[in-house]
């Protein structure tokens, strides 16, 4: 008799196979008792009908409480009626593990009281499909950078500068020294480029923001691609292939977890149109000042006027070129225009906010050393980035991806809290 | 025409095309210069033919400097002198940026040296080759996992308390408390299989450990997958069958890497051979004092009878069933022998040490309470994890891979710190 998962129930129907599972939920009357079975890979119905079964096998079924773990052995059918397909008819079943008093219930309960039970939360169907298209995201993040010939690259988390803001940094001792948390690999990404050409990282990064949005984590995950030879032109093209790509992938493999999510099929078909949009930051702010808001040019834009932008296409827009002097130090200056930086912010549709930021990086040696004095770096930790510049400089571009940013739009969750398995918050580390 | 990488020279033979590349190396006579060419994607060989260019050219390919940016433009030919199969004619050469001086120089340079010029030193084709691997390495793994069935988990970086061992942990001040940098995703994965059946990790760990070997690094990556319902039999057949799989995609993808590596492709193949063979610790001990070797039983083997243990055998080899005392207290004891718990170490060939350690995990409530209490850790920290075996405990089973310790074994590497880009080591945090 075959062990299976339920995600492989289709192969076996008519086998009478063993499945290891939890009880999600069940309801039973005098003579049927219908299981709601998971075991991670899937959720499908166990059906115990009395007069089929020994008394003691449909007892087990009518008392099995939520959560118990347990082992079944029955029939996989067709089921016709149910979203899965398929369902088991159970002919034993042998309790494993109980579970009395399941903290979670069917019925609501307040976020404080989910956050602190996550590693239990994660169980039920809609976190479920929330990892599961968080997974497809991954997944078809490697493959398409290995499909497109990027290599992949892990710059370190432990470091001895800070790429950009100081003041959110985490600081360790590194046995006789001070180190700090990444807060981005790009850097490192850069020296990557010059050596393997076109490189990508996905790792953890850090900012100690004493922020409580919707949209920041403490601990995220990012994916920055850097690419030698390519120029921010190139690099936009780049950035739309994959975030479509990521969109037709999750249409393609997620179908029954944007079911649970009730997230709006045809309107992810839209995101997978290219070309996106492009508005230059010049624009944008004509735009908004058109539109009752009041912004000055050289302030950035906030939550409210990237929503606002963003809903005047039905598609991620690009926003270009921003004021040199509110983006990072390694930013390249556009050619005609001292002002404005060749740099990018791709936004999200439906208010899910900026999910990509991306730049060509300065190559000329004096701009970059310049830059570095400007913003009170300490040059010595910047040797080896100078260095890049004095031993065969090219143009390079390159972006960063939010990970858990596009994880909450695609699924169409509020909060990005539940796009990471274990969120890290301001004065959340447990569980 | 065409802007292209070299590694797609042969769909372009015969076509003029424009490459971006470095001066890796050349040589010149008065007649013809010859160029190596580096793109990071590849290397291959420019040939510039005196009579064939302006002299401006020519000029410009007899004078350029090692590691100078250039554009060139020329046909694509086959050539089958070389490794590669493919050169380009040049008919036009221009420089980007020039490299005075490149301190890496064909001759040989000290280790130091060479790691304080890490983001340099990644350039060469040793370090270019290795990096290959890697990246091999890592695109199998998420390939492998995908198609058993695994989903991608990222268990947190920043934890509130501490897997194992306390004083080799980094701290930092989380907001008003204080938290550590992970050793192991591990009890975060045991999670992630309760909600998701089959999980895996891949992520950077830390360890602040003062030893200098060529097996340790300050911060690597593991991959760590955890297995709802699987005990430690089935386990075992996922890690031969994973690493099998590991050495056969290096030797599909990273042929070029593996001969600039000089590495022995023969003995690479014998390790695809699956099953790989298993020992008991008991019988390694006895093996071992039977060779001169003087072990206690309860003591844990070093570095020298790893060694012994490899060699008697042409394939990795599982060390099975150590001995409780010296294990972490999440380990599951033997069904009959109270002494010894249900783990193995996988010992890869050739001196390369452990690359895996994995095992049945303690799934009894009282059993795991007590072990927390006895091994003097703060319950507290622990109740989410004890909460799995309360709700629902399933035998489950896991292991975590050393993605750095593989990557040094299959590409025959002598030390570690070339495994990774960036290495952190004791008293190295630069570049
Ligand atoms: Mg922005
Ligand atoms: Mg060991």
């Not at 019925?107 to 239990?120: I, S």
């Not at 991954?138 to 497109?148: G, M, V």
């Not at 409210?304 to 921003?322: G, H, S």
Request: glycine share 6%.
């Amino acid at each position: 008799m075959n062990k299976i998962q339920i995600i492989d129930a289709h192969k076996h129907v008519g086998e009478k196979v063993k499945i290891g599972a939890w009880i999600a939920n069940k309801r039973s009357s005098g003579k049927i008792a219908f299981l709601n079975l998971r075991d991670g890979s899937a959720f499908f119905q166990g059906v115990v009908v009395k007069s089929e079964v020994e008394e003691e096998v449909f007892q087990t079924a009518k008392n099995v409480t939520q959560e118990s773990s347990v082992w079944v052995v029955g029939t996989v059918q067709e089921d016709s009626r149910s979203k899965f397909g398929y369902e088991i008819h159970i002919e034993t079943i042998e309790i494993i593990g109980d579970a009395v008093d399941y903290p979670i219930t069917p019925k609501e309960h307040g976020t404080e009281f989910l956050m602190d039970n996550r590693h239990l939360w994660l169980r039920s169907s809609k976190q479920h499909a929330i990892m599961q298209v968080r997974n497809e995201i991954i997944r078809a993040t490697y493959e398409f950078f290995n499909q497109e010939g990027f290599v992949k690259v892990d710059p370190p988390i432990l470091t001895g500068s800070a790429a950009e803001n100081t003041t959110e940094l985490f600081h360790t001792e590194y046995f006789d020294r001070d180190a700090f948390l990444s807060q981005s690999g790009q850097l490192y990404m850069e020296a990557g480029a010059m050596a393997l050409g076109k490189v990508f990282s996905f790792g953890p990064t850090f900012r100690a923001e004493k922020s409580k949005t919707r949209r920041h984590l403490i601990e995220f995950w990012m994916i920055e691609p850097e690419m030698a030879f390519m120029d921010q032109d190139d690099s936009l093209e780049v950035q739309e292939k994959y975030v479509a790509y990521l969109v037709q992938s999750v249409l393609d493999h997620c179908d029954h977890s944007l079911d649970v999510l009730e997230r709006d099929k045809e309107l992810l078909k839209q995101y997978t149109q290219l070309p996106y949009p492009r508005i230059s930051y010049d624009e944008a702010v004509e735009l908004l000042n058109k539109n009752d808001f009041s912004v000055t040019w050289g302030e950035d834009f906030g939550s409210p006027e990237e929503t606002f932008i963003a809903e005047q296409y039905d598609k991620p827009v690009f926003i270009l070129n921003y004021p040199k002097a509110i983006k990072p130090f390694y930013m390249k200056p556009h050619p005609t225009r001292e002002d404005i930086v060749l740099c990018a912010d791709m936004i999200a549709p439906e208010g899910y906010g900026e999910i990509i930021g991306g730049s060509q990086r300065e190559d000329d040696y004096d701009a970059l050393r310049e830059q570095v004095e400007a913003f009170g770096l300490d040059t010595k930790e910047y040797e080896w980035y100078l260095d890049l510049r004095n031993y065969g400089s090219v143009p390079h571009s390159g972006f960063g991806l939010g990970l858990e940013r596009v994880v909450t739009w695609l699924s169409g969750t509020e909060h990005i809290r539940e796009a990471i398995p274990f969120p890290r918050l301001l004065n959340r580390i447990y569980p």
